[in-house]
């Protein structure tokens, strides 16, 4: 499941929608969700309210974060459970690695947690000799095709039942040509219903951590946080600093905001507030940094935190639905991934804020209100700066800043191309130049408005 | 310095000027036919409810709907006759083969359908999620309009573990198709007492 960049998002856009009957349908299926999130949210009357009570919450957990981080801690130490601080991936992954060993635990049932996968925690412990098998059914389908999540929400959604009727045949023995989804669930509901009674070890990650009362809460619609946790003897939860929310009635808020943005359903099926270990049950919790305490640093950026993934800026993005979530080459795809990525590593995701038409769809539809699409411009402004812009995007925009510097340029500039659109358009009609794919270039207009202006105002009386 | 000092370091740094909480006082339901309301909307999410006088009700309607051979459980005493009383003490594994489990809701939300249980009237916390159909019983008048209020009555909460359960487990993974049974119960039937 490595996550090796070969290519950029255009690059791997540009395969994915070669297949235009999957990219119809691809696109197609997530508008759907977006229909459906439009629905349930029509039918709360206080809905932008809410969209802004959460929003200033999440303001305010930022700009708090130290005190809450010390309160969620004391009481999580009060509730009995053991807590971690990881300063990076690699931390992260030691840590579960030293409380999986200390209980000579080498099989663990994991429920979803981007941020793990976002630390490469599997193969860490595959490594080690410590086997991970992921129970959300779309992740486990992308785990048994080594592949990473295309959707925070939807793993697998870029895939066709028919493929993964391929894989169960594979993998889990079923016949070939099955295709049934109801038929394939239930293949995997028997498979891992096995795992989950024979691991001793579960992780989970977190959706919400509440600083008042130490809980925390997970959302599943298939049960499985809750079917790995309840059977384990050791229970992780890995959370990212921000997840922290101030008070358990803010959970009202969020809650209600979460499923109606992610897939328009009223709220998860299970929405479980972990708080003390079972009888017998070790719990632990791991804090991580990984860089969010950077992101916290940048003024233009540090809203991004704010974000409680629930992917409603993935399924409206027409540049997501399009090209795919695998494209963006990061484990948290789409519009929000491309304005958390370049925190991470600006050179390697330097080619994702370019990955959209700056729409603004997505901060319209985001239940915390992040300003998506305005920090997608500014970090284009930021990589340019820092030299990490793609080299034809920096030289056309060299070209465009020393064309612009005087009106003497611009002039020639100007009439220099609508001679060339009008007398040889094939000198830009052709593959060499990338605005062309796609694209026609327009006819030349047979003077510029300057031009045009001098001899108008000449003709007045 | 330990990870810890150096993560709380670098957060204080970085955090800018406090802004403060906002009044969420007006985020209030409407209380107006909230067994009505909570029966169309558990309809909606895949799940069955029945609107009954008593218990003796219930155990009627169990009777007739789910399989009695197969091994059912309980946390109720009104329901020992017939069916087996949860034990909090033995291992959780050993319910891996329950076919229905009938636990008892402190309230219901009227805007989503969930019930709101903690581990005291789940049994073992593993109950409503292993079993293979579960059945909860509520009280008409404990349903609450929306989760603001299910907040104000849960309160700090003295419990280990509380979860919302909002109708049969399900997964829409494999190209959108919903598909009710994913990991947890297959069905979720709600008897709402009058």
Not at chain 2, 169 to 184: C, F, M, P
Request: proline fraction near 4%; charged fraction near 25%.
């Amino acid at each position: 499941m490595s996550q090796t960049k070969t290519k950029d998002h255009a690059a791997l856009a540009g395969a994915f929608i070669k297949d235009e009957e999957r990219v119809d349908w691809h696109d197609g299926a997530l508008w759907y969700i977006r229909e459906k999130r439009d629905i349930a949210a029509k039918q709360i009357p206080e809905w932008e309210q809410l969209r802004e009570a959460a929003s200033m919450i999440k303001s305010n957990v930022i700009s708090n974060l130290h005190e809450y981080l010390l309160q969620f801690e004391a009481n999580l130490k009060k509730n009995g459970v053991t807590v971690h601080w990881a300063d990076s991936a690699e931390e992260h992954n030691e840590i579960v690695y030293s409380i999986l060993k200390a209980k000579e635990i080498n099989q663990m049932v994991k429920s979803k947690s981007m941020l793990t996968e976002e630390c490469h925690l599997n193969e860490y412990l595959e490594e080690r000799g410590i086997e991970v098998i992921n129970s959300d059914l779309g992740e486990y389908i992308q785990q048994i095709d080594n592949e990473p999540p295309s959707h925070i929400v939807l793993p697998c959604i870029h895939k066709r039942k028919e493929e993964i009727g391929e894989l169960f045949h594979e993998h889990l023995g079923t016949e070939k040509g099955l295709s049934d989804p109801t038929l394939l669930t239930r293949v995997a509901r028997k498979h891992l219903r096995n795992i989950f009674l024979t691991r001793r070890g579960a992780l989970t990650g977190v959706n919400f951590a509440v600083a008042e009362t130490g809980e925390y809460v997970v959302c599943t619609n298939e049960g499985n946080a809750d079917m790995g946790a309840h059977l384990s003897e050791v229970q992780i939860a890995s959370m990212g600093l921000e997840k922290i929310i101030p008070q358990k009635k803010h959970l009202g808020i969020f809650l209600r905001l979460l499923a109606r943005s992610a897939t328009g359903q009223p709220i998860t099926i299970y929405s479980s507030h972990y708080k003390k270990p079972r009888k017998g049950q070790e719990m632990h919790l791991i804090l991580v940094d990984a860089g969010r305490t950077r992101q916290l640093g940048r003024k233009d950026f540090r809203d991004s935190l704010k974000c409680i993934k629930c992917g409603s800026c993935m399924n409206t993005c027409p540049v997501y639905r399009k090209s795919g979530g695998l494209s963006y080459h990061n484990t948290i795809s789409g519009p929000i991934g491309a304005i958390l990525a370049p925190n991470l590593d600006m050179k390697r995701h330097a080619d994702l804020p370019f990955a959209s038409t700056l729409c603004g769809s997505c901060s319209n539809v985001c239940p915390v209100k992040i300003n998506i699409h305005e920090q997608l411009y500014k970090w284009r402004q930021v990589i340019v700066k820092e030299g990490y812009a793609a080299n034809t995007k920096a030289l056309g925009m060299k070209t465009m800043a020393w064309t612009l510097s005087s009106p003497g340029k611009f002039t020639k500039a100007g009439r220099a191309g609508r001679w060339f659109l009008q007398n040889v358009p094939f000198v830009v009609n052709n593959k060499f130049n990338p605005w062309y794919k796609q694209r026609d270039m327009p006819e030349g207009p047979k003077e510029s408005f300057a031009e045009w202006f001098i001899k108008n105002e000449n003709k007045k009386p | 310095m330990t990870t810890r000092e150096k993560i709380l370091g670098a957060v204080l740094k970085n955090q800018p000027p406090a802004i403060a909480l906002p009044d969420t006082s007006m985020f209030k339901g409407d209380s107006i036919d909230l067994v009505q309301k909570y029966m169309d909307v558990f309809k909606k999410i895949g799940g069955s409810s029945f609107l009954v006088g008593d218990i003796a009700a219930v155990k009627i309607l169990i009777t007739e709907n789910f399989d009695t051979a197969k091994r059912i459980v309980t946390t109720l005493p009104e329901l020992s006759d017939n069916f087996e009383l949860i034990s909090d003490t033995v291992d959780p594994h050993s319910y891996e083969n329950i076919e229905l489990a009938i636990i008892k809701a402190h309230f219901s939300v009227a805007e989503n359908g969930a019930v709101w249980l903690t581990e005291e009237v789940m049994g073992q916390r593993i109950i409503p999620y292993i079993c293979q159909h579960l059945a909860v019983i509520v009280h008409a008048e404990s349903i609450v309009p929306t989760l603001h209020e299910a907040y104000e009555k849960i309160g700090p909460g003295d419990y280990g573990f509380g979860g919302f359960i909002g109708g049969p487990s399900k997964t829409a993974d494999i190209e959108q198709a919903l598909v009710l049974g994913a990991h947890g119960p297959l069905s979720m039937t709600v008897f709402i007492i009058k």
